[in-house]
T-cell receptor, first 114, second 109 residues
Framework: DTGVSQNPRHKITKRGQNVTFRCDPI?????LYWYRQTLGQGPEFLTY????????KSRLLSDRFSAERPKGSFSTLEIQRTEQGDSAMYLC????????????FGPGTRLTVL | GIQVEQSPPDLILQEGANSTLRCNFS?????LQWFHQNPWGQLINLFY???GTKQNGRLSATTVATERYSLLYISSSQTTDSGVYFC???????????FGSGTQLTVLP
């Protein structure tokens, strides 16, 4: 297993376009998390899945954001009608329930909205 | 929600120096972890440290859960230690980690 992977690594888009990011967690990990990070700040929680169920969403998450984890494996994060304020690094992490610690992050997707 | 305060926000060291980074929580947390964010943006897990002390090579961490803080020690720093260090913890029954704003460490050759 090569860890958590994310694609694409970079995305440049024009305001108003839709974008979709993918996260592949560590294969045996049943928990998956999406975070957003802007320059100079710590990661900010967006949403959390246990298996295929989306169990928690940040109240800060706009209706333009949607996430899925259809088979409890990979996950996608879609942003509709992107705005310049959506420019950030989007991070995915995975962990295994019943264990403590052991969060592993992917390399992130850097989104730039022009 | 909990507040996580990290200090100092920035730290510049000469190679070989030692340093201590601190993380304060506004309330009790579970699953306290330290991460290093490398220059490419990836967060690397350093320690799971809900209480007590752990060591891994030149790095060690101590958490005093009753006083709601954790410390990360870096000894004999190297230029490869540069980057941003984050701590995070889970509040109550929440599953997500809440992170601080990080400490930006620069180690000069």
């Amino acid at each position: 297993d090569t860890g958590v992977s994310q694609n694409p690594r970079h995305k440049i888009t024009k305001r108003g376009q839709n974008v979709t990011f993918r996260c592949d967690p560590i294969s045996e990990h049943n928990r998956l998390y999406w975070y957003r990070q802007t320059l100079g700040q710590g990661p900010e929680f967006l949403t959390y899945f246990q298996n295929e169920a989306q169990l928690e969403k940040s109240r800060l998450l706009s209706d333009r954001f949607s996430a899925e984890r259809p088979k409890g494996s990979f996950s996608t994060l879609e942003i509709q009608r992107t705005e310049q304020g959506d420019s950030a690094m989007y991070l995915c992490a995975s962990s295994l329930s019943g264990t403590s610690g052991g969060w592993f992050f992917g390399p992130g997707t850097r989104l730039t909205v022009l | 929600g909990i507040q996580v305060e990290q200090s100092p926000p920035d730290l510049i060291l000469q190679e070989g120096a030692n340093s201590t980074l601190r993380c304060n929580f506004s309330d009790s947390v579970n699953n306290l972890q330290w991460f290093h964010q490398n220059p490419w943006g990836q967060l690397i897990n350093l320690f799971y440290i809900p209480s007590g002390t752990k060591q891994n090579g030149r790095l060690s961490a101590t958490t005093v859960a009753t006083e709601r803080y954790s410390l990360l020690y870096i000894s004999s720093s190297q230029t490869t230690d540069s980057g941003v260090y984050f701590c995070g913890g889970q509040e109550g029954s929440a599953r997500q980690l809440t992170f601080g704003s990080g400490t930006q460490l620069t180690v000069l050759p």
